[in-house]
């Protein structure tokens, strides 16, 4: 139990989930320097992510009670449960906001709350392995972490960050229509995902892995195309 790990450890777990999730945050706010969204919102994203953790937790546990272990079943409900809780946790802490008011807006905050859900998470690997002072394991760990699931959960909120994005001037039932999607197709990525990671003897790792980097290639490309027509009007050096 959590209780009975040294505050020590915790907070060097922490510090371990959290400062690399910290490179890609820092990458991605790099990547809307010219029109940076304000730091108070960030960190609400980031917090809302850190809270889908802590909401989905509990979903987790109750749904293991009667999906067998390893199954597909629990792989495709878990993935739900969590893409679902970083959805819903955006949409009442984040998505309203007025400081929200471009496509472009709607991803970054996604992804935002994607990283503070996989720093939390992250942390939540760790603490085993440090725990039992297994340092170089728990790092070791986190570095494929940093490569692998944190990037698939960047990517799947991403998924949703678009679909919401496509949808930004339709009507109710429309931006409804793109955001299910959207979530479906998260919840699909992040199920294949974890349904290669744990196959036997770890031998769709590296499918896995090419998954995520593909579809976290995809994500760049769409990107860099949403700024080009947020700023294609604007003077140069001009928000």
Same mark, same amino acid.
């Given at each position: ?12 777990? +922490? ?11 820092? +990458? ?5 320097? *010219?029109?940076?969204? &304000? ?18 937790? &509990?979903?987790?546990? @109750? ?24 959805? $819903?946790?955006?949409?009442?802490? !984040?998505? @309203?906001? *007025? ?18 859900? =996989? ?31 944190t990037l698939l959960h960047v990517v799947a909120s ?10 930004? !001037? ?45 579809? =976290?290639? !995809? ?6 195309? $949403?700024?080009y027509f947020r700023y294609r009007h604007l003077p140069?050096n001009t928000c």
């Amino acid at each position: 139990m959590i209780e009975s790990i040294p505050l020590e450890t915790i907070g060097f777990a +922490f510090l371990g989930g959290v400062l690399p999730v910290w490179l890609w945050l820092h +990458f991605l706010l790099k990547e809307d320097a *010219r029109c940076p969204e &304000p730091r108070s919102m960030i960190i609400v994203a980031f917090v809302a992510g850190m809270l889908s953790v802590v909401a989905s937790l &509990p979903l987790e546990t @109750w749904v293991a009670s009667f999906l067998p272990s390893g199954s597909l079943a629990i792989i495709i409900a878990w993935s739900a449960i969590e893409e679902s809780m970083k959805y $819903l946790l955006a949409a009442l802490l !984040v998505l @309203w906001r *007025r400081a929200v008011n471009e496509t472009v807006d709607l991803v970054i905050y996604m992804i935002t709350v994607a990283l503070g859900f =996989a720093a939390l998470e992250n942390t939540l690997f760790l603490l085993g392995p440090f725990a039992e002072g297994r340092i170089l394991d728990g790092l070791a760990l986190n570095n494929l972490r940093f490569v692998g699931a944190t990037l698939l959960h960047v990517v799947a909120s991403a998924m949703i960050g678009f679909a919401l994005a496509a949808a930004y !001037v339709r009507g109710r039932s429309v931006r409804l229509l793109f955001v299910s999607v959207g979530l479906i197709l998260a919840i699909a990525l992040h199920a294949l995902f974890n349904f290669l990671i744990i196959a036997p003897d770890g031998s769709q790792t590296l499918t896995a892995f090419f998954l995520v980097w593909t579809g =976290a290639i !995809v994500f760049f490309a769409l990107f860099e195309i $949403l700024k080009y027509f947020r700023y294609r009007h604007l003077p140069k050096n001009t928000c």
